[in-house]
């Protein structure tokens, strides 16, 4: 299948020639660039089309029924339609795509139903392979740990929440607008304690929360109507950084917790299989609130670890974690980027070096680890060697014990030199390289080609 994608190889090269070229040079006031680039893209000017009037969810929408034990995880709760707020599309065309916010039934790690909330995006482009048409389950990147940071929300309103004026161009939008130029339905989970108004912390890199949050969207979008799609639709997975590790875990766990669905495929990119050693990458970072966002999801889904938290954490490390919970991800980086944990320690010391001598936070780390568990479908794995906030030597290692597993992996690491380092643009930037081939790989997948991978 062609490469439809609207930046062209030629662009990327450019795009990755200036990259390295950056990093050979000043690499100073690093920090302004980073917010400049968290959780953004840069978009083709053809893209930008006129401002879409913005249709914010009805007050109602986020608030869920009351759960139900007997009612089956991913069944669709309500929907109704929504619009961007703005128009990404050749200007003068229509947008290729309709969105809906939508709600749906998910499992919490302790066992419980939970409702979950998303974006469902349709495509009104024809399907060349013909058949029922697939789908798409995207997981996106860290938005923040507020019930506001939903990217259902970013979507509709543009602008980051927690920091307003900031416009955030994500990079989900523009796969959701690509893929549906392909024929291609989309849907994108908002994750567990985002968007709905459950009450509950949203578990940050919680493995089963998140693998589930992303089957169970697929399970909602394959219940509407009218979109070409169905139950017997070819699935595929995408997802970068949280999204990425997200994205892996469902594929992990699609063999027993979502068996009927077709999983074909998943791009996986900077995944964080390693919590433990990720924390104590991001540490000092620009995106080091985020560890934040870790230590108050662990106390969500473990209550055990609470009086522990309590008592290694300072006076500023309580405000710290008080305040992180109800930010999104531009607030917590201008506010609390470049600090390190050991300034919110009772002890001083680093926050990981503290988890490593509690044998239950051990436990916790060890059970969010990625792979343990053979993924359904074959997986691209994509790592780049300038990642200064998802170690490359994570990818390395999970590929090798996918591979030894038995697993299809579709390991082609990157290959770029340090820039800005600790900024997060070594993180950010290299998800663009391969967006297009990736999404060509993905899309032949989808109407059945095969890729066993490259395993050794």
């Known amino acids: 299948m062609p490469n439809r994608s609207l930046w062209t190889n030629a662009g990327l090269h450019r795009l990755r020639a200036r990259f390295i070229t950056k990093a050979l040079g000043n690499r100073s006031r690093f920090r302004r660039a980073a917010l400049a680039v968290i959780g953004t893209v840069v978009v083709p000017a053809s893209m930008v089309g006129i401002p879409a009037a913005a249709q914010p969810a009805t007050t109602d929408f986020y608030i869920p029924p009351s759960a139900s034990d007997g009612t089956p995880a991913g069944t669709l709760i309500k929907s109704e339609p929504m619009s961007v707020g703005i128009a990404v599309g050749p200007a003068g065309t229509p947008l290729p795509f309709d969105a809906r916010r939508i709600m749906y039934w998910s499992t919490s790690p302790q066992g419980d139903p939970i409702a979950v909330s998303g974006t469902f995006f349709k495509s009104n482009s024809p399907w060349p392979a013909g058949a029922d048409r697939p789908i798409v389950a995207i997981s996106p990147g860290t938005m923040g740990q507020g019930e506001q940071c939903a990217p259902s929300r970013f979507i509709a309103n543009v602008a980051d929440p927690g920091t307003p004026g900031i416009v955030v161009a994500q990079y989900e939008l523009r796969l959701a607008y690509e893929l549906n130029q392909r024929g291609i339905n989309a849907v994108m989970t908002d994750y567990q304690g ?109 209550p055990q670890l609470l009086p522990r938290i309590a008592e290694f954490t300072n006076d500023a490390g309580k405000r ?137």
């Open 194 to 302: 985002l968007g709905v108004r459950t009450g509950t912390m949203h578990p940050y890199v919680n493995r089963e929360a998140q693998g589930a949050a992303v089957l169970d969207s697929v399970r909602a979008a394959q219940q509407l109507p009218d979109t070409g799609s169905s139950p017997r639709s070819a699935i595929g997975a995408w997802g970068y950084s949280q999204g990425g590790g997200a994205a892996a875990a469902a594929a992990e766990m699609a063999s027993t917790y979502a068996p009927e669905i077709a999983l074909k495929g998943t791009y996986a990119g900077a995944v964080p299989a390693d919590l433990a050693d990720t924390l104590g990458r991001i540490d000092g970072s620009v995106l080091s609130g985020a560890v934040g966002y870790a230590l108050n999801g662990f106390g969500a889904v473990y």
């Open 320 to 456: 710290w974690l008080s305040n992180v919970a109800k930010q999104c991800l531009f607030q917590t980086a201008a506010e609390f980027g470049q600090h390190r944990t050991a300034e919110y320690t009772s002890t001083g010391e680093p926050l990981l070096t503290i988890l490593a001598r509690i044998p239950e936070a051990a436990q916790v780390l060890e059970e969010n680890r990625l792979g343990s568990v053979v993924p359904t479908g074959t997986i691209w794995l994509d790592s780049a060697t300038s990642d200064d906030i998802v170690p490359y030597a994570q990818a390395a290692d999970l590929a090798a014990e996918w591979c030894e597993a038995g697993a299809r992996i579709k390991f082609e690491p990157q290959h770029l030199p340090d820039v800005f380092p600790t900024s997060g643009v070594g993180h950010l930037i290299p998800q663009n390289f391969e967006f297009g081939q990736a999404q060509d790989w993905l899309a032949g997948l989808l109407a059945g080609s095969v890729d066993n991978g490259s395993c050794p």
